[in-house]
């Protein structure tokens, strides 16, 4: 049974993740300063 995902909308994001986040998970972004995690395409 394929697992339900919530689309992000972050451009390539969704691709990387197969679709979206996966439904009922948490994600943290982390990363050093200049790394794009507030990245608004």
Same mark, same amino acid.
């Given at each position: 049974?394929? !697992?339900? @995902?919530? @689309? =992000?909308?972050? $451009? /390539?994001?969704? #691709?990387?993740?197969? %679709? %979206?986040?996966? #439904? @009922? +998970? !948490?994600?943290?972004? $982390? %990363? %050093?300063? *200049? =790394? *794009?995690? $507030? +990245?608004? /395409?």
């Amino acid at each position: 049974m394929p !697992i339900p @995902r919530i @689309r =992000t909308y972050v $451009s /390539g994001l969704d #691709e990387i993740l197969y %679709g %979206g986040i996966p #439904e @009922r +998970n !948490i994600v943290l972004v $982390s %990363g %050093g300063p *200049g =790394t *794009g995690k $507030s +990245n608004t /395409g």
